[in-house]
C-alpha cells in the first residue's frame, strides 16, 4: 500500500519556467490536499479537492493552479515559477471532508527555482 | 482564520512525560482538534483527533477543554524517536490549516 505518492522528489526549475507536480492516492480517498513549506515554517494550504470535480483555494493560491481530474489524482501546476515559490511541497487526502478522519502526507517535493 | 497558537519549542527528558498545549480560540462546533507531528525531512505524520471528548490512542492521548478552546497533546513517556514538530490544527470540513507548530527536543 503506497499511500500517497509525490513526483517528482527534487525539481530545479528556472524563472518563468512551467512544471507540474503530481500526486496520487491509493486510499479511495475524497479529499486532498497541496501544501508548501517554507524553510523553518509550517505548512500552509494552497489548495484543496472535497471531492473529485471540485476545488478550493486555501491560504497560498496566488501563483498555482490544481486540476482534480480523477478520484486517485491531484495535480499542482506553476504556470510561471517564481524564486520565490521555491519551497517544499506536500500532497494529502484524507477519507472525508467532515474533519474525522486523519490525513495521509506524501513525502514532499522539493522545489528550487533559481 | 482557523490558525491555532502553540508555543515554539519545548523540551522534555526521555521517558517522561509531555505535555503539548494549543489555544484555537477560533475553533467552531463541528471543527475536529487534530494533531499531526513532523520529523525532518519528512511529510507529517496524523498522530491523534478529537471532538469533545479526551481520545486515547496507541500513540498519544488527547485532552480537550470543556470549551473547546484549548487541548493538551500527552506523550505518556517521551522517547528520542518522538522528537519531532508538533502540530495543532482545527479541521473545518477540508479546510486544514497548519501554524507554526511546537518542536520537541527530547533528551537522554
Known amino acids: 500500500n503506497a499511500g500517497v505518492t509525490q513526483t517528482p522528489k527534487f525539481q530545479v526549475l528556472k524563472t518563468g519556467q512551467s512544471m507540474t507536480l503530481q500526486c496520487a492516492q491509493d486510499?479511495?480517498?475524497?479529499?486532498m490536499y497541496w501544501y508548501r513549506q517554507d524553510p523553518g515554517m509550517g505548512l500552509r494550504l494552497i489548495y484543496y479537492s472535497a471531492s473529485e470535480g471540485t476545488t478550493d483555494k486555501g491560504e497560498v493560491p496566488n501563483g498555482y493552479n490544481v486540476s482534480r481530474l480523477n478520484k486517485r489524482e491531484f495535480s499542482l501546476r506553476l504556470e510561471s515559477a517564481a524564486p520565490s515559490q521555491t519551497s517544499v511541497y506536500f500532497c494529502?487526502?484524507?477519507?472525508?471532508?467532515?474533519?474525522?478522519?486523519?490525513?495521509?502526507f506524501g513525502q514532499g517535493t522539493r522545489l528550487t527555482v533559481v | 482564520d482557523a490558525k491555532t497558537t502553540q508555543p515554539n519549542s519545548m523540551e522534555s527528558n526521555e521517558e517522561e512525560p509531555v505535555h503539548l498545549p494549543c489555544n484555537h480560540s477560533t475553533i467552531s462546533g463541528t471543527d475536529y482538534i487534530h494533531w499531526y507531528r513532523q520529523l525532518p525531512s519528512q511529510g507529517p505524520e496524523y498522530v491523534i483527533h478529537?471532538?469533545?471528548s479526551n481520545v486515547n490512542n496507541r500513540m498519544a492521548s488527547l485532552a480537550i477543554a470543556e470549551d473547546r478552546k484549548s487541548s493538551t497533546l500527552i506523550l505518556h513517556r517521551a522517547t528520542l524517536r518522538d522528537a519531532a514538530v508538533y502540530y495543532c490544527?482545527?479541521?473545518?470540513?477540508?479546510?486544514?490549516?497548519f501554524g507554526a507548530g511546537t518542536r520537541l527536543t527530547v533528551k537522554p
Open positions: 478529537g471532538l469533545t
Open positions: 494529502a487526502s484524507s477519507a472525508l471532508g467532515s474533519g474525522n478522519t486523519e490525513a495521509f
Open positions: 490544527i482545527h479541521n473545518r470540513n477540508n479546510d486544514m490549516r
Open positions: 486510499m479511495n480517498h475524497n479529499s
